[in-house]
Every structure is written in C-alpha cells, then in structure tokens.
C-alpha cells in the first residue's frame, strides 16, 4: 500500500527566504504527483502536477522535482510571501492499467510566512 | 475558466439522518472523485467514476453510495449518519484525454453530524 510522508509537519519562516517542502513516497511505481495548496477550512488548490517521467515542473516562484526512483519530490518556494501562508499536500497516482486513478496524500506541510 | 462545483456547501444533520452531496465537475471531463477530510487528516478516497461508471473504490463505508448521471454530475449518499462521518467532503473531476489527468478540486462540503 502506497505511504506518502511529508516533512517538516509544520514550518515557520520569515518573509523573503527561500523554502524547501520534502515528500517522500514508498511506492516508486507512480504515474504523477500533483502538490495542492490548501487554505484553512478550503479546497484544494493544484500548484504543479509532474508526470513520472518528467524531473521537474515550474510555476512562477514554484519550483517541483520529482526522482521516482528514490521516491521523493521537494517543492520550491522561492522568496516567500505571508500570502503563501498554507498548508501544502502531496499526491500521488498509482501506475495501473486497471484504472486506479485515486490520489494517495500526504498528511501535508503547514507553512507560516511571518512578515 | 469554470471549476468544480459543490452543493451545498455546509450541510448539517443528526445522527442517523441521511445526507446527500453533489458534485458538477469541470465541463467535458469524464472523471469524477469523491474524497473524505476528517479534521486535522489528510484527503481519503472514496470512490470514483468513469464515464458513468464506478472505476474505482477506496475506503468507503457500505452506509454511503454514489452515482454519475448521464449529465456527469455525481451525487455522494450517506446514509445512518454518525458522529465520525463529519468531515470535508471533496469532489474532483478529470480528463482522461488531458496529459497527466490532473485532478482539479471543489471548494468541499463540510458536513457537521450531531
């Protein structure tokens, strides 16, 4: 059974710095990972979907890598503002021909940006 | 650009009451997935479907029972409610002709049980 691990659980960092979101994956056999933003009490937000065979996605000061192999993938948040303020989750989608398309999260990183 | 819509979008009910969610996913996409939130947890799947038809089945309760109609909308009920059923409950809805499938969410339905 797929197990996705984020870490740190929770992080605080002053405006303008540079962050790095861990999540780790024990199945390696992965069709994509997607990284959501989620506001307290809100929906999910997709940031960066990578595909398995891709090694990173962009998007404005965000920044996904994926290495299936070892089962990881690190999100990038460059120059951070309050208003990223959130809580980020990773998902992953299994690799099956048998229509398995349901998302495994991880329990996400609560991200505090402090002016 | 149109998103997933949820209805209602706070519902709440008793136990034992019976309760019944939707969900109009994104304009021509096919997929449809139903996701659970307790507090303080991660995202649970539920259930999902496929151009009408049930694709896949996570950890859902026999209690709870879904459907897509001909007009891809989906409706999630829950019937014999309890206190633990309280949660966010989440639809999203896909493409299986867009590259990576992704997966684009609801703003949720937080479901209170008393």
């Known amino acids: 059974k797929q197990e996705v691990t984020q870490i740190p659980a929770a992080l605080s960092v002053p405006e303008g710095e540079n962050l790095v979101l861990n999540c780790s994956f024990t199945d390696s056999a992965i069709y994509n990972l997607q990284w959501f933003r989620q506001d307290p009490g809100k929906g999910l937000t997709s940031l960066l979907l990578?595909?398995?065979?891709?090694r990173e996605q962009t998007s404005g000061r965000l920044n996904a890598s994926l290495d299936k192999s070892s089962g990881r993938s690190t999100l990038y948040i460059a120059a951070s503002q309050p208003g990223d303020s959130a809580t980020y989750l990773c998902a992953v989608r299994p690799y099956s021909g048998a229509g398995s398309y349901q998302l495994t999260f991880g329990k996400g990183t609560k991200l505090s940006v402090i002016p | 650009a149109a998103g997933v819509i949820q209805s209602p979008r706070h519902l709440i009910k008793e136990k034992r009451e019976t309760a019944t969610l939707k969900c109009y996913p994104i304009p021509r996409h096919d997929t449809v997935y139903w996701y659970q939130q307790g507090p303080g947890q991660d995202p649970q799947f539920l259930i999902s479907f496929y151009e009408k038809m049930q694709s896949d089945k996570g950890s859902i309760p026999d209690r709870f029972s879904a459907q897509q109609f001909s007009d891809y909308h989906s409706e999630l009920n829950m019937s014999s409610l309890e206190l633990g059923d309280s949660a966010l409950y989440f639809c999203a809805s896909s493409s299986l002709q867009a590259i990576g499938y992704e997966q684009y969410f609801g703003p949720g339905t937080r479901l209170t049980v008393t």
């Open positions: 990578i595909q398995s065979s891709q």
